[in-house]
């Protein structure tokens, strides 16, 4: 097993069609719905005027369509004039059909192109990393073979959905692959899970494991609230996604108005709204929901370590479970506080003329709720003790954002707190050493202590920095700095990891000596991965680990 898998990270894989729409599209459509796969469509312009409604169904059930110029030429050989046009005059094709102003990836036709045909594009250009030859062997069980047996986490396939026997290959192969624990997703939400940003003008075939994934995206929620005597809507998604919705019962990727403040409703609308980050191959499941039977979310809370319920609901009562089922009226209704335990709590408010959406949280026997820290994911248990411990705090109400990057300031504060903890002294004699820590912020105590003691250096502008991302080998020199004032010895060890070439020379013998003593670890395929993010769910793990290593 290797370690992406071991910490919970998915498989993935992104399964693209080019050169169609085609009479065979529709039936592929049907297969990726059956099986809940979305998958990336590099489209000619020519066949999306022919296949229009295809093309709107496409983007209609998530998938994420792009772009692989109006009738397939040679790029290189091409004038730029006739390159921009090929790519630009789609683009309009591809807007005018979606009723949106996108811009698409773009595959070359042919996988053919040279640095001049790139700084045309004004896209990403997609190439692949796994090629059936679905073209040439017209066999579906050759295509499904020759998929399964080249594909690996973060790979890229190249398919044609206007070949029959392709579509059957495909979607033996996802049949297969699904079974071995890949998960399927557009090109967009592959490079979006994995961290990366890709560039216009830069070519890609795969993204492998970066050391960081996040999860797909969340469809909203709906509640209810009472603002000046109005009932309202309130949408929520995941930190930083989009929420389009419609009351209409149209469809929000095509119609929607994005969602900015809780906002009044006629009487009998119907809600349809979806979560996005991308609406072109990186949004959610569309949710749908009849605003009559809307009522306000009831809340929940810790106090003296049991579970407490609000509800404003009148003629409705919380109903809840401790299993992780869905609650109905025949499920336990709340009467009295009870005790916080490890597990699933799923509550809602059901009564006459009322039915909320049914809320999910985390619940721990040490007293703390979850909404975004799943009892089943690796770090439960490692951020429950962290937050427990007051070493971690959270990023809003119950919320711990455990895939969000860690920057200088959230680290460095962490590290304050783990010492005061430990009863060890976090005076401050001086002022603060950087030219952009003021006084009065959540992290300046911590990092005053942090660069009167050296355990942070700053940069040599004088700065710290304190949104700035931490990489993973920053992290290990400001652990070793840290011990060293500690007085905890630690010793290096030659380091094996496949990537030790790419540690810069300043953190070299900090990353010996940190992943020696088992602080912080390697990744997947025996990487370090020295310059990716740590997540806040990688740091709390480290924390504890420091926390029982200075005793």
């Not at 109400?397 to 005061?420: H, I, N, Q, S």
């Amino acid at each position: 097993m290797t370690a992406a898998a071991a910490n919970g990270q998915k498989k993935l894989i992104a399964l693209t069609f080019d050169d169609g729409p085609g009479p065979y599209t529709n039936r592929l459509l049907d297969g990726l719905a059956e099986r809940n796969v979305h998958a990336t469509f590099f489209e000619l312009g020519m066949r999306a005027e022919e296949y229009d409604q295809t093309t709107r169904r496409i983007y209609a059930e998530g998938h994420q369509v792009a772009q692989h110029g109006y009738d397939h030429p040679t790029l290189t050989t091409q004038s730029d004039e006739k390159v921009r046009w090929q790519i630009d005059h789609t683009r309009d094709i591809l807007n005018e059909i979606l009723g949106q102003d996108f811009t698409y990836y773009v595959r070359p036709p042919y996988g053919d192109c040279n640095s001049r045909v790139l700084s045309l594009l004004n896209a990403p250009a997609i190439f692949w990393s796994v090629d059936p030859v679905d073209w040439r062997d017209r066999n579906a069980d050759t295509v499904r073979d020759r998929i399964v047996s080249n594909a690996y986490d973060g790979a890229i396939i190249l398919c044609h959905d206007i070949y029959s026997t392709t579509v059957d290959g495909a979607l033996m192969a996802i049949d297969t692959l699904k079974a071995e624990g890949y998960e399927f997703v557009t090109v967009n939400e592959l490079f979006r899970r994995r961290g990366v940003t890709p560039q216009d003008g830069d070519r890609y075939s795969s993204c492998k494991p970066t050391g960081t994934q996040t999860e797909a995206v969340s469809a909203p929620t709906v509640s209810a609230e009472l603002i000046d005597g109005r009932m309202k809507v309130k949408l929520t998604a995941d930190p930083g996604a989009a929420i389009y919705y419609t009351l209409d019962g149209s469809e929000p990727a095509f119609y929607g108005t994005r969602y900015t403040e809780p906002f009044s409703y006629p009487a009998e609308a119907t809600l349809k709204a979806c979560a996005a980050y991308d609406l072109n191959g990186s949004r959610s499941e569309t949710i749908t929901k009849k605003l009559d039977t809307l009522g306000i979310d009831p809340t929940v809370c810790v106090q003296d370590g049991k579970l407490v319920f609000t509800n404003q609901n009148e003629n409705a009562g919380v109903y809840y479970t401790t299993d992780g089922t869905e609650p109905t009226t025949n499920s336990r209704c709340y009467t009295v506080p009870f005790a916080c335990y490890d597990g699933v709590l799923r509550f809602c408010a059901l009564g006459e003329n009322v039915s909320t959406a049914t809320q999910t949280i985390y619940v721990t026997a040490k007293g703390n709720l979850f909404w975004d820290v799943p009892n089943t994911s690796w770090y439960f248990h490692n951020v429950d003790t962290a937050v427990a411990l007051g070493i971690f705090n959270g990023t809003g109400t119950y919320r711990f954002e455990p895939d969000t990057g860690l920057t200088r300031a959230m680290f460095v504060t962490t590290l304050y707190r783990l010492v005061k903890e430990k009863g060890m002294d976090v005076s401050i004699k001086g002022a603060a050493s950087f030219s952009d820590v003021p006084a009065g912020q959540w992290y300046t105590d911590a990092a005053m202590w942090a660069s009167e003691n050296g355990v942070v250096l700053g940069y040599e502008d004088g700065t710290f920095r304190p949104e700035r991302s931490i990489s993973r080998e920053e992290m290990c020199a400001i652990l070793d700095r840290l011990l060293m004032l500690l007085e905890v010895k630690t010793e290096g060890a030659p380091m094996s990891f496949a990537d030790a070439g790419s540690i810069s020379d300043w953190a070299k013998d900090s990353v010996a000596r940190m992943s020696a003593c088992g602080l912080i670890k390697g990744q997947g395929n025996n990487c370090f991965a020295p310059k990716a993010t740590s997540t806040r769910a990688e740091a709390a793990t480290v924390l504890l680990r420091i926390y029982d290593l200075i005793g």
